[in-house]
T-cell receptor, first 111, second 114 residues
């Protein structure tokens, strides 16, 4: 089974609402990263949180990390139609290697 | 160049043929990664190059898959005797060495095996 697994698999919200996506993993990590992928495009790095950090902000993004529960969440506030994309979490191991991506959450923001 | 580039952007081949995919990382990035993304699925790690160290090949799905990297520049991913299940987007990423490991991804090569 995969190291990183996001839920929900798909999320549909109205513009202006907040979107929360979760990621769970199984083994010890060095970093956890969130990426966005627009349809037919390459991945775009959003935010990286280190294993000794609990929360990070970047613009409308807020990421939390709970290493005791082996989980992370990505919150997008005041969503926009342009936020429509797939969001992936990725983890690497304590050696900074063995990157594993989850299957992603497909977010649809309706105007 | 400003980012990671990959070629070709699309490749259609017949079952049983060999294909070669190319990745040009960002200059100065010593780490290079190959991933596979099947339709509707997450990324699957294939192989990782770091400087002159032996590559981490733990993600390669079979011995039909191989990759080479010349120094800290171009990498090629070769798939021999392609099968239909090899159809996917193959993504390359590069990063600097360090604790952050932020990876910069190329646009991918879409491989279709008929």
């Amino acid at each position: 089974s995969q190291q990183g697994e996001e839920d929900p698999q798909a999320l549909s919200i109205q513009e202006g609402e907040n979107a929360t996506m979760n990621c769970s993993y199984k083994t010890s990590i060095n970093n956890l990263q969130w990426y966005r992928q627009n349809s037919g495009r390459g991945l775009v790095h959003l935010i990286l949180i280190r294993s000794n950090e609990r929360e990070k902000h970047s613009g409308r993004l807020r990421v939390t990390l709970d290493t005791s529960k082996k989980s992370s969440s990505l919150l997008i506030t005041a969503s926009r139609a342009a936020d429509t994309a797939s969001y992936f979490c990725a983890t690497d191991d304590n050696y900074g290697q063995n990157f594993v991506f989850g299957p992603g959450t497909r977010l649809s923001v309706l105007p | 160049g400003a980012g990671v580039s990959q070629s070709p952007s699309n490749k259609v081949t017949e079952k049983g043929k060999d294909v070669e995919l190319r990745c040009d990382p960002i200059s100065g990035h010593t780490a290079l990664y190959w991933y596979r993304q099947r339709l509707g699925q997450g990324l699957e790690f294939l192989i990782y190059f770091q400087g002159n160290s032996a590559p981490d090949k733990s993600g390669l799905p079979s011995d039909r898959f191989s990759a080479e990297r010349t120094g800290e520049s171009v990498s090629t991913l070769t798939i021999q005797r392609t099968q239909q299940e090899d159809s996917a987007v193959y993504l390359c990423a590069s990063s600097r060495v360090g604790s952050y490991n932020e990876q910069f991804f190329g646009p991918g090569t879409r491989l279709t095996v008929l």
